[in-house]
Nanobody
Framework: VQLQASGGGLVQPGGSLRLSCAAS????????IGWFRQAPGKAREGWLC?????????FMGTSVKGRFSVSRDTALNTVYLHIDSLVPEDTAVYYC????????????????????WGLGTLVTVSS
C-alpha cells in the first residue's frame, strides 16, 4: 500500500489548488482516505475525509469549511483535495492517509485512525 501526495507549491492569496493523492497497492473505494495538514510549528490535524461510500466529512472550523472539498477518481485510483480562496494561514504540509474499513461511512479525524501515509506535499500561500 502506497500513497503519493502531490500538487503543492507556492500560490498567491486568493488562488486555488488541487492536491492529488495517488494510491497504489489498493483500491481507494475500499478505504477511508483522510487529508491532514501540518502548519509550521503545529501538530498534524485532520482536515477532511472521504469514506468508502464517498461521503465527505470536514473536520476544520466552520469558517473555512466551504473552501475545502474532496473528490475521488476511481479510474485513476486517486483522491483530490480542492482548496479555494487560499490564505496565508493555509500554508502547511498536506498529507493523505488511508485505512481499510468495513464501515462504508467511516471517517476518522485522528492520525491514529489511519494505517498508511503519504509523504506530504508543501503548500505555501504568499504574495
Amino acid at each position: 500500500v502506497q500513497l503519493q501526495a502531490s500538487g503543492g507549491g507556492l500560490v498567491q492569496p486568493g488562488g486555488s489548488l488541487r492536491l492529488s493523492c495517488a494510491a497504489s497497492g489498493f483500491t481507494v473505494e475500499d478505504y477511508a482516505i483522510g487529508w491532514f495538514r501540518q502548519a509550521p510549528g503545529k501538530a498534524r490535524e485532520g482536515w477532511l475525509c472521504i469514506s468508502r461510500s464517498g461521503r465527505i466529512t470536514r473536520f476544520m472550523g466552520t469558517s473555512v469549511k466551504g473552501r475545502f472539498s474532496v473528490s475521488r477518481d476511481t479510474a485513476l485510483n486517486t483522491v483530490y483535495l480542492h482548496i479555494d480562496s487560499l490564505v496565508p494561514e493555509d500554508t502547511a504540509v498536506y498529507y493523505c492517509a488511508s485505512r481499510r474499513v468495513g464501515d462504508d461511512h467511516y471517517c476518522g479525524a485522528r492520525t491514529v485512525d489511519y494505517d498508511y501515509w503519504g509523504l506530504g506535499t508543501l503548500v505555501t500561500v504568499s504574495s
